[in-house]
């Protein structure tokens, strides 16, 4: 059972190994002063008349070598008694759901089927709902928590060590081992510094971003196993299926707004790391799958379907021979493993004649194998290790994390109207207003592609240059690529149009293609400050009205997202005005999509401390 006893040990533990290392590494009094703050914390914290005040006289004598001491002291303290609460937590969790064994833990998947099934629900009706769910949780190029990648690395392993201390089967040597182990990792911890001696990079910041995909890759298909177990629970019979329920993406790369690093070419960089982090992954998991595999069919006639999609592949590919010649002919399942290895790598080097033209043909040729592995009795092969790989395909694709563009709206109205003004569309001494910007985006957008003016401003090109990428990463790798392009601060429809307009001027990029008028760009209007939201229903009533937007996201399939900002409107108005306009902000929107018709899902730019616009 987990108590705040054992709590209070375990942080107690850490503090006294902590402690020593500080006393090996920088000496008595540094040790000494540390605890004498720590002290004094103390009875600050006792000190019920607030007459205290010995810690804001102790503070202030100390130099800056001190207090530099105590600063990392304490930082460091404070991330292993974290880590020692979530461990907490997790033991809670796992108590629980122990004690109410058979019963489900509260708060989990399985826990709310149950409760839609003893609500009355039918199969349908939680077929309908899970068709409605949809969720994409995105990384942001901001992170609130900027915890170093090595920091991370080193309380992990503390965690994990930590975790076989738990055990009772521990022998006394082993548990010395493991203690000694925990104490190395310590003074590891201690001399690491805790923030980057330089700026990140772009792309450094896009490599940490692609250190979190083995953990989510590893939980996704525990999610989908969880939810397919209850439902099959509470709803016996015919499988209900499960749609894509879940996605990533990503700003790291893409987000320009006020970032002048994010160059055209760095976003290209992007798209093909978050490719290749995703091909490599499938590359692994069909490697540990025909290593499992091992299965001899002896001419079974449920495998044929497998036999006889190899010997088309061969055909097709005569290269897959000598892939296949070191395999026994009776191993179906590693052959046809070995093709789809092979197709894999061949994507990975892009070798139009046999590479997977996307991640549903993947899935097609993993779900042959599951349908085999079913054919010939092997129901449980095909549940978990099969199907944990296509909920990988479904939900991570050949593209790890769409990746959303974003700018603010300043930055493109300046691109149109220099643009405008180099191909005298207007005067440079013209004024326009938001009813003239309207009509000439409307009047211009059909022959945007024709526009190329050639004195323009370096930063204007670079815009373009954006689209040039944009348009050339969706010819090649398709629109599942690509995420939501978001307008900062967007004031007025046009702000919305804008976009559309230099999508559509990117259709002249090397010299058009067939496929362009299927490639639909979302945007996505940011609202941040407090008039923002209190103008967002007009904004957006604008533009579904106007029947170029209007036509577009009828071509999305009758879908916008609506980003709203916390982090500026917590910053514009406080709190709780914040507050307040977010949630009028989105009953209005509401209304107002459904008056269109149109399916509206918010985007929470949501997350970490309250000036980051966090909370429950």
């Not at 979530?86 to 064994?101: C, G, I, K, M, N």
């Not at 093909?272 to 091992?294: P, V």
């Not at 013209?430 to 000439?440: Q, S």
């Not at 009047?443 to 040039?468: C, G, H, Q, W």
Request: proline share 4%; charged share 30%; net charge negative.
């Amino acid at each position: 059972m987990a108590t705040d006893e054992q709590l209070r040990r375990e942080i107690d533990q850490l503090g006294r190994t902590f402690g020593e290392v500080i006393r090996e590494f920088d000496g008595e009094e540094a040790y000494e002063l540390v605890e004498q703050v720590r002290r004094e914390a103390r009875a600050l914290q006792d000190d019920t008349t607030g007459e205290h005040r010995d810690l804001d006289s102790l503070l202030a004598s100390l130099g800056p070598e001190q207090l530099q001491v105590v600063i990392r002291a304490f930082s460091t303290f404070l991330e292993l008694a974290n880590l020692a609460e979530d461990r907490q937590r997790v033991r809670a969790l796992r108590h629980w759901e122990q004690e109410s064994h058979p019963s489900p833990r509260k708060e989990s998947i399985r826990a709310a089927i149950k409760h839609l099934a003893a609500s009355g629900m039918s199969r349908e009706q939680v077929s309908e709902v899970l068709g409605r769910i949809h969720v994409e949780l995105v990384f942001t190029a901001h992170p609130t928590e900027a915890k170093r990648k090595s920091l991370r690395g080193r309380l992990r392993q503390i965690r994990n060590l930590m975790a076989r201390l738990d055990s009772t089967r521990n022998l006394p040597r082993e548990r010395e081992e493991l203690e000694a182990t925990v104490r190395r990792e310590i003074v590891k911890l201690w001399q690491t510094d805790s923030v980057r001696s330089t700026r990140p990079t772009v792309l450094q910041e896009v490599q940490r971003g692609l250190s979190f995909q083995p953990v989510l890759w590893e939980t996704v298909p525990r999610i989908f196993s969880d939810l397919r177990d209850a439902l099959a629970e509470c709803y016996p019979g015919e499988p209900i299926e499960i749609p894509k329920l879940l996605q990533f993406g990503s700003w790291m790369g893409g987000d320009r707004d006020g970032h002048p690093y994010v160059t055209p070419h760095i976003t290209h960089q992007t798209c093909l790391w978050l490719r290749h982090a995703a091909l490599k992954a499938h590359h692994d998991c069909c490697l540990a799958l025909g290593e499992s595999l091992s299965l001899a069919d002896h001419n079974d006639r449920g495998a044929e379907p497998l036999r006889s999609a190899i010997d088309i592949a061969r055909e097709k590919w005569p290269a897959l021979s000598d892939v296949l010649e070191t395999i026994a002919p009776s191993e179906t399942y590693r052959r046809w493993l070995a093709v789809v290895r092979w197709r894999i790598e061949q994507t990975i080097e892009e070798d139009s004649t046999s590479e997977y033209n996307g991640a549903a043909q993947l899935a097609d040729d993993v779900e042959l194998l599951r349908d085999v592995l079913v054919a010939t009795h092997n129901e449980s092969l095909a549940d978990t290790e099969v199907q944990q790989w296509l909920d990988q395909i479904e939900v991570f694709g050949f593209n790890t994390a769409r990746l959303d563009i974003r700018q603010h709206s300043e930055v493109y109205q300046q691109v149109i109207d220099e643009i405008w003004h180099a191909a005298h569309v207007v005067g440079v001494e013209d004024e326009i207003d938001e009813t003239r910007r309207m009509e000439l985006l409307c009047e211009t957008m059909p022959y945007a592609a024709n526009l190329d003016p050639v004195r323009i401003s370096p930063d204007t090109r670079k815009t373009l240059d954006l689209f040039v990428v944009l348009r050339r990463i969706a010819r090649r790798y398709g629109m599942a690529t690509l995420g939501g392009h978001v307008v900062s601060m967007t004031r007025t429809a046009s702000d919305l149009l804008t976009v559309l307009w230099l999508w559509k001027w990117s259709e002249r990029v090397d010299g058009g293609d067939a496929r362009d008028a299927e490639l639909l760009l979302p945007v996505i209007p940011l609202f941040e400050t407090i008039d923002d939201l209190v103008n967002a229903p007009t904004i957006l009533r604008t533009a579904f009205a106007t029947p170029a937007y209007r036509e577009h996201i009828a071509a999305l399939g009758a879908e916008q997202i609506a980003m709203l900002g916390y982090s500026d409107s917590t910053k514009d108005g406080g709190y709780l005005a914040a507050g307040w306009s977010l949630q009028r902000s989105q009953i209005e929107l509401y209304r107002i999509a459904k008056e269109f018709g149109v399916a509206l899902t918010f985007f929470h730019g949501r997350g970490g401390s309250l000036g980051r616009g966090g909370g429950p």
